[in-house]
């Protein structure tokens, strides 16, 4: 196999494994707090939103060693243990017990009856050890130094000799590399943006779910709404992420205007929320809410602000990672640790508030950090523009 054909083979193997694995995942995120507080009754005791807030605070620090984790073990092995893991946390579901549930939830970085809550999440786990399993079929690389004339075979086992020593030192340098990135300009004035991003993931991935199945007034539909939301979330991020990934070749006016449409796209969806549910839905007792917001509940406009909720986070994502690839281009690796670190961080404090705020003070809070993000990130973005006027290939990025 060509070292082209290997490469895209890796990217094929690499997209079907994450497929499976986080399809699973944020199912199961999705849905947790609606299972968890439907088996509250029972003998168990548990919070889907305490499970994912550990989720986010575990992976938020490890974010910043990660790199260092990555050049010692290698980026295969650290893909298939935290696959496992993964899988770990969605089996507790199978029969949960609340020491099991957040042990997982600490590895990880239900209307239904038991026996179809079971199949669902065997089914969800085997998808996810699936996705795990595909990570062994990666190929390495072919290596591009050649031995030349001028280096003997001697210099060859001797650089051989030393692997552990020099992954050492490659693991002190990425961990360096991630703190030396935390305080600089550019980063500061980003990670007001990327906690924006953190704090609007946790309200589409577990909130918004929850809120949308504690609503009596949706009828017997209220649970079976909770997936219908979960795909239009979907629609709205391949939507997004499709239209502007192929639209970014040949962008003239930069990042600006989409990350504008993102957050506009995201106060007219928090806007329609606010509107039309109640504010006590995000932690209604199991029994649901009775209460009413603004407007008499309609599932139509619940099911549109899911697929808003979804289009206006694509803008921001692909927006953030392509300005990150672009200012760190030669070393992506520590840049994109500090990123996820404070996404993670903020998607930790978002879960661990949305067990007791009411649903217009999430919204405030998330309409402030989307307000200071979006100026921070122009801020940024008209730097990355100067970098055009001193030769740096801005839109190849």
Same mark, same amino acid.
């Given at each position: ?26 199912? =199961? ?66 029969? +949960? ?12 970085? %239900? ?26 079929? %990666?190929?390495?690389?072919? +290596? ?37 990135? =935390? ?98 839905? +995000? ?21 549109? =602000? ?39 961080? =903020? ?51």
């Amino acid at each position: 196999m060509s070292p082209e054909s290997k490469k895209l083979f890796n990217i094929i193997i690499l997209g079907i494994a994450f497929m499976f694995m986080f399809t699973a995942f944020q199912t =199961c995120g999705n849905v947790a707090q609606t299972v968890i507080r439907s088996l509250n009754s029972t003998d168990f005791h548990g919070s889907g939103y305490t499970s994912m807030a550990i989720i986010y605070g575990v992976f938020s620090a490890s974010n910043l060693i990660t790199p260092s984790v990555v050049a010692i073990v290698g980026p295969q092995l650290s893909m298939f243990a935290s696959g496992l893991f993964y899988s770990m946390y969605i089996a507790v579901f199978i029969q +949960p017990f609340p020491w099991a549930f957040y042990t997982a939830s600490v590895f990880i970085g %239900i209307a239904a009856a038991e026996s179809d809550r079971r199949t669902v999440f065997i089914a969800l786990t085997v998808i996810s050890l699936v996705g795990t399993v595909l990570f062994f079929l %990666i190929r390495k690389p072919d +290596p591009e130094t050649v031995l030349g004339e001028d280096e003997s075979s001697d210099d060859q086992d001797l650089d051989v000799s030393e692997p552990a020593q020099n992954n050492m030192t490659k693991a002190i340098d990425a961990f360096k590399k991630s703190l030396k990135l =935390c305080v600089t300009k550019e980063m500061l004035l980003l990670s007001i943006t990327t906690a924006y991003t953190g704090l609007e993931l946790t309200f589409f991935s577990g909130v918004y779910g929850t809120c949308i199945g504690a609503v009596n007034k949706f009828g017997t539909e209220e649970k079976s709404l909770i997936g219908l939301s979960g795909i239009f979330i979907g629609i709205g991020e391949i939507l997004g992420g499709s239209l502007f990934g192929l639209l970014s070749k040949n962008n003239r006016f930069g990042r600006n205007p989409v990350v504008l449409l993102g957050i506009v796209v995201h106060f007219i969806a928090f806007y329609l929320i606010f509107l039309n549910m109640p504010g006590d839905a +995000p932690i209604a007792p199991i029994e649901g809410t009775d209460s009413r917001a603004y407007i008499k509940p309609s599932k139509e406009i619940a099911i549109l =602000c899911s697929f808003l909720l979804g289009l206006g986070d694509s803008c921001f994502n692909t927006q953030l990672l392509s300005v990150l690839g672009l200012l760190h281009a030669a070393d992506s690796a520590p840049a994109f640790a500090v990123f996820k670190f404070v996404q993670s961080i =903020c998607a930790a404090v978002a879960f661990f508030y949305s067990n007791y705020l009411l649903l217009h003070w999430q919204l405030l809070v998330m309409v402030i950090f989307g307000f200071f993000g979006t100026i921070s990130f122009f801020a940024v973005e008209w730097e990355a523009a100067a970098m055009v006027a001193r030769g740096s290939d801005y839109r190849s990025i």
